[in-house]
């Protein structure tokens, strides 16, 4: 999780557009906000998906 959150902080706004779009295109809540907003939201909903895989 630590790896994904450095890895689009180091992205630029646009980066982080297209990789959310080109990823999550079924979820379009996660594009909507500031980049830290953005950021927070896959980061929730990519541990939400690994605890749903755990269970």
Same mark, same amino acid.
């Not at 594009?31 to 909903?45: A, D, M, Y």
């Given at each position: 999780?630590? #790896? #994904?959150?450095? %890895?689009?902080?180091?992205? *630029?706004?646009?980066?982080? *557009? +297209?990789?959310? %779009?080109?990823?999550?295109?079924?979820?379009?809540? #996660?594009?909507?906000? *500031? %980049?830290? $907003?953005? $950021?927070? %939201? $896959? #980061?929730?909903?990519?541990?939400?998906?690994?605890?749903? +895989?755990?269970?």
């Amino acid at each position: 999780m630590n #790896l #994904l959150k450095r %890895k689009l902080d180091d992205m *630029s706004t646009t980066e982080l *557009s +297209e990789y959310v %779009k080109g990823n999550y295109p079924e979820n379009e809540e #996660l594009w909507v906000g *500031s %980049k830290k $907003i953005v $950021i927070r %939201k $896959i #980061l929730n909903f990519e541990r939400n998906r690994m605890n749903k +895989e755990e269970a």
